[in-house]
């Protein structure tokens, strides 16, 4: 095997390499335009603006949103979500969320439960981390006013039944919130069938764009207090946060080259076709649970199938560190992935590995089949090594 070459598998965590589009757009605005969007008349921030305004509707065309003003730009997907979140809840409210969910969810809603704002309810998933939509719709009470779940989980990939889900909560009326940081550029997402009121996704996972960018969809008629005010460069006179999206919750300077990035990481996956990056990803993530399944000692998480999943593998070596392996994958084989509990503790007890934490390989676009089997080879060589 060549160790010297690295083979990154942890886009569940970032995305890497981007699209080479994506550096040049970010480039492009650093050296050519470099002015603040919204903040003046001359051309440049003009330019600036464009480049904003662009990229909002590019992803609106992407999740099937009617009005790109409703998308609000934040700095990663965490961001979006306690945005949301706090600017949604009143006291009293009852919420109701799976036991895959991510600390970008887990942690503002029991911060809100803790302060005695919110009733949080945590519905079991089974060993594989799937959902049933029954238990969700048995948990709705009078004092529901929100299910929050995440499309697909960051640590087993499990791909949870939003349409099913959000079909129940219309009908409950109460409103439906979606974390899709793990699907946004990798699953078809569509605010309109899949009845999402509150959409929140970041750009440097599966939209291919850079680090620090991220954002919120609110569906029209539907309110959100601001988490900050500031300066939006439009009413300028008045003391006060414009009440009109997206000025209403988008408060200082933009990472504007990031959202140039983010544009044309967007447009890189609408040319190139959202089937076929999901194609070329479920094809990958069948070799490696294929091989991964036939080495002795080796125990995977999750569906263990790439119609139920997305391209995210956990697995443990039988009575070896988590830590270790993932460390040996690193030094030894150049194979970068993440180990440890993904910032998602309720998914690790659902599986029973909060005590262990488990080894996490995600591939994405870029990365080959050449590269899975160097990994399930590598992976072998280790647990044999064990013995």
């Known amino acids: 095997m060549d160790n010297r ?3 990154y598998l942890d886009n569940a965590a970032t995305s890497w390499p981007k699209p080479e589009t994506v550096y040049q757009a970010i480039d492009h605005y650093n050296r050519q335009i470099g002015a603040s969007p919204g903040r003046g008349s001359h051309s440049r921030t003009i330019a600036a603006g464009e480049i904003v305004l662009n990229t909002r509707e590019k992803l609106a065309e992407l ?11 934040t700095e990663n997907v965490t961001m979006a979500i306690n945005i949301g979140l706090k600017g949604l809840l009143d006291p009293g409210d009852h919420v109701v969320i799976s036991s895959m969910e991510h600390n970008a969810v887990a942690r503002p809603l029991h911060a809100l439960q803790d302060s005695g704002v919110i009733e949080l309810t945590i519905i079991q998933c089974a060993a594989d981390g799937s959902l049933d939509p029954c238990l969700v719709e048995q948990a709705i009470t009078e004092k529901t006013r929100l299910v929050c779940l995440l499309h697909a989980s960051n640590l087993t990939g499990t791909i949870m ?18 974390d899709a940081a793990q699907t946004a550029g990798v699953l078809p997402l569509d ?8 959409l929140a996704f970041t750009g440097h996972k599966g939209l291919l764009g850079p680090q620090g960018t991220g954002g919120l969809y609110i569906r029209p008629g539907q309110e959100i ?8 460069g439009s009413l300028s006179e008045q003391i006060y946060q414009p009440d009109f999206m997206p000025d209403k919750l988008e408060s200082g300077t933009p990472n504007t080259p990031g959202i140039a990035g983010l544009g044309a990481g967007v447009e890189f996956i609408q040319q190139t076709g959202l089937e076929r990056i999901h194609s070329h ?4 993530t069948d070799m490696l649970i294929e091989g991964l399944r036939d080495i002795d000692g080796v125990i995977i998480y999750g569906p263990q199938d790439s119609n139920r999943q997305t391209a995210v593998v956990s697995f443990n070596i039988e009575e070896m560190d988590c830590g270790r392996v993932s460390m040996l994958l690193d030094q030894k084989y150049g194979i970068l992935c993440r180990s440890g509990l993904h910032c998602a503790p309720l998914a690790h007890r659902t599986m029973g590995t909060l005590k262990s934490g ?3 390989i995600s591939a994405g676009f870029y990365n080959t089949k050449e590269e899975i089997d ?3 080879r590598a992976v072998y060589e280790i647990a044999c090594s064990n013995e």
């Open 358 to 360: 488990a080894c996490r």
């Open 5 to 7: 070459r690295e083979i």
């Open 161 to 178: 039944p939003i349409d099913a889900i959000g079909k129940i909560a219309h009908e409950k009326g109460v409103l439906f919130m979606v």
């Open 281 to 284: 990803e479920r094809e990958l």
């Open 374 to 376: 160097q990994v399930v």
């Open 63 to 73: 999740f099937n949103i009617k009005d790109s003003s409703r998308i609000v730009f």
């Open 225 to 232: 207090r601001p988490l900050i005010e500031g300066g939006t």
């Open 191 to 198: 605010v309109q069938e899949q009845r999402i009121d509150i």
